[in-house]
């Protein structure tokens, strides 16, 4: 009987590695890949879910995509296991992972689970004893393999009960990918774009932004985070920010992602970025918003300006003064 692996695959190298010991083995496998709007990792006009699906089709296994959704949110806002160097809930993020994997586990019908996770790779979620901790809260002891390091753990179900055979597995350990990159060589896996990819909220840049809407937000919701990725943030009050396009692509993005009833601002008279207003809308907050976009146009300094807002459609002019400097801009800014 043909035993079946679920892996948890990304499209990166160690996850695609940890798929291909599996199909060496003649284990079938089915790829699961979680989106998330805090990955790093994209590629020319791909993410990772493109990349996964693109590593599953290429070894001809199925894959089911998932989104990491409002559940998912509240693990960032009130992680049990707290936070590493950012806002990143890494612990509890895996066990979210394991524990969605575990569900699908009966509809897929696999025997157990994979992972391309190295032992001492990850700082925070790949030690030994938090590995440990994964496994036991995710439910999946005994049926959680990890192919690339499985020689440092004791034997799983599946190697115990003969349906794979432990002498091929690896010791990998550490954070050097060298020892990857040899393996992915000697089985012929190639165009791996993102060995190392990353989590948006480890970066020490990115984490005001998550933490801004975390702490002016009644509920959570994806769209929010999606929209961190692009544009400038400047919060003008408890419900209310601006977004203003740093680029024509910035631009495009904001145009085609606001919403009805936000209000979008250009300035008249020349080249102007987008300005979307976000959240609760009023004339003080508008005004502001409005300040706050001239700065980034060639408007002449203290001069009063029209600049159009337009809502559902519907547009009016409204004259600004165009007095705000870098210093002014500043305390607005996430």
């Given at each position: ?43 020319k ?22 989104t ?82 499985a ?5 799983t ?37 993102c ?24 509920e ?14 400047f ?82 002019l ?17």
């Amino acid at each position: 009987m043909q035993r079946k692996a679920l892996a948890l695959l990304s499209g990166g190298l160690d996850s695609t590695l940890a798929v291909k010991v599996m199909l060496d083995q003649g284990i079938a496998v089915e790829a699961l890949n979680f989106t998330s709007p805090f990955c790093t990792c994209t590629g020319k006009n791909t993410g990772c879910k493109s990349e996964a699906v693109r590593v599953a089709e290429e070894f001809d296994i199925p894959i089911k995509v998932m989104t990491k959704g409002l559940d998912y949110l509240e693990v960032v806002r009130r992680p049990r296991h707290g936070y590493g160097k950012g806002l990143n809930p890494c612990i509890d993020c895996r066990i979210f992972l394991l524990r969605k994997a575990k569900e699908y586990m009966t509809e897929s019908g696999a025997d157990f689970v994979i992972t391309g996770e190295v032992l001492g790779q990850r700082p925070m979620s790949q030690r030994r004893d938090t590995l440990r901790v994964i496994e036991r809260e995710s439910g999946l002891e005994g049926l959680l393999l990890r192919p690339l390091s499985a020689q440092f753990f004791e034997p799983t179900i599946p190697e115990r009960e003969g349906w794979v055979d432990r002498s091929k597995l690896l010791a990998m350990k550490g954070r050097s990918r060298k020892d990857q990159i040899q393996l992915a060589e000697e089985l012929d896996v190639r165009n791996y774009p993102c060995p190392a990819g990353g989590c948006l909220l480890t970066e020490t840049s990115f984490v005001p932004k998550v933490r801004d809407v975390l702490d002016h937000s009644d509920e959570l919701n994806l769209r929010d985070f999606r929209m961190l990725k692009i544009a400038r943030h400047f919060r003008l009050g408890e419900r209310t920010k601006v977004l203003i396009g740093r680029s024509e692509a910035d631009n495009n993005l904001l145009e085609a992602a606001a919403q009805q009833g936000e209000t979008a601002l250009r300035w008249v008279d020349g080249s102007s970025p987008l300005g979307v207003v976000m959240g609760r809308q009023d004339d003080d907050c508008i005004t502001l918003a409005a300040k706050i976009l001239l700065r980034y146009t060639k408007a002449e300094p203290g001069a009063d300006c029209a600049v159009k807002a337009t809502v559902d459609g519907r547009e009016q002019l409204i004259t600004v003064a165009n007095e705000f400097s870098d210093a002014a801009v500043e305390p607005y800014r996430v």
